[in-house]
């Protein structure tokens, strides 16, 4: 069965890698799985036929037979479970490797997505100047204690996971702030994540994609 999976007409980041379905691309692409992607205009997220597979009217959806999921950590997951190279054989591992892509998605990446929003949908707020700061501490914080429990190690549990592929995806995001580079070890830690066959061909993909689909109307 063919799957697809649904990504931006016209990426807001002009395909740099931020938006969701570059993670699921880099999943898919460490299984070995090949995939189709149907674009959806900013537009078409909002009509029926997508609030169809996704509620929420977003991106990316995973879509293979009769299975429709969204969700970037839920499908990474699924094909973490279903394909090898992605999640450890032990069990106790596994379990580990499952609970920092959690970690990804529910503790570190709340923060950061804060001074997305603060930057593009609350910039002419009068107070947005003020709360920028407190927002960049908070994702201080977070990345502090994610750089003591990296330490000096390669990846965060052993061999490289579905884990350490969300992490990276999520730190990503700090990048353009220049936040990411005030901590060496997680900014060495991004690039051996970009450095990956897997990730470079997803990358490759995703900004074709964005290059080649005329603009959202």
Partial sequence: ???????????????MGLARD????????????????????FAA?????????????????????DLVLFESGAIILHIATRHPGL??????????????MFAAVNTVEPPILEIVTAKFTEGDKPWSKDRMPLIADRIRHRLGQLATRLGDAEWLDGAFSAGDLMMVSVLLRTRPSGIL??????????VRGEARPAYKRAFAAQLA?????????
């Fill in 22 to 41: 570059t993670r699921v691309r880099w999943a898919l692409e460490e299984a070995g799985q090949p995939y189709e992607v149907r674009p959806v205009s």
């Fill in 181 to 190: 580079n005030e901590f060496p070890s997680l900014a060495a830690y991004v």
């Fill in 45 to 65: 997220m909002k009509e029926p036929a997508h609030l169809a597979v996704h509620p929420f009217g977003q991106i990316p959806t995973y879509e293979e037979g």
């Fill in 209 to 217: 994609f964005n290059t080649a689909q005329p603009a959202a109307g």
């Fill in 1 to 15: 069965m063919t799957i697809t999976i649904t990504a931006f007409e016209r990426s807001p980041d002009g395909g």
């Fill in 87 to 100: 999640l450890p054989q032990d069990a106790n591992a596994r379990a580990r490797a499952i609970a920092w």
